[in-house]
């Protein structure tokens, strides 16, 4: 069963930049799709950015030309670079993987697989 952990959330001013991380374990081969999700107080989760086994990368509207997502060094591992933080990036944020899709995409069904959440604030 595949896991996942999160890390690099915190606390920044509206401009800063944050970059959280995410490392899977508990799966032999190479996670091809994965990707970023948020959920923020009383609205629903919705997908950031997730990038797909040929390197292509989808944003939501929102962050695009903010944020910025990457496969990691480590095997089963991707990064997502956020600069020109905004308060209304405020949320939790979680790591998805697919174990069997392989194109970007940020439809929840299309992963198996979620970590716990790291929380991000901006305040203004």
């Known amino acids: 069963q595949v896991q996942l952990v999160e890390s690099g959330g915190g606390s920044v001013q509206s401009g800063g930049s944050l970059t959280l991380s995410c490392a899977a374990s508990g799966y032999p081969s190479s996670l091809v799709l994965m990707a970023w999700f948020r959920q923020a107080p009383g609205k629903q989760r919705e997908g950031v950015a997730s990038?797909?086994?040929?390197?292509?990368?989808v944003y939501e509207d929102s962050v695009k030309g903010r944020f910025t997502i990457s496969k990691g060094h480590a095997k089963n591992s991707v990064n997502l670079q956020m600069n020109e933080l905004k308060p209304e990036d405020t949320a939790m944020y979680y790591c998805?993987?697919?174990?069997?899709?392989?194109?970007?995409?940020?439809?929840?069904?299309?992963?198996?697989?979620w970590g716990q959440g790291t929380q991000v604030t901006v305040s203004s």
């Open positions: 998805a993987a697919s174990t069997w899709a392989l194109w970007a995409n940020m439809s929840p069904s299309n992963y198996n697989s």
């Open positions: 990038i797909g086994g040929d390197g292509n990368a």
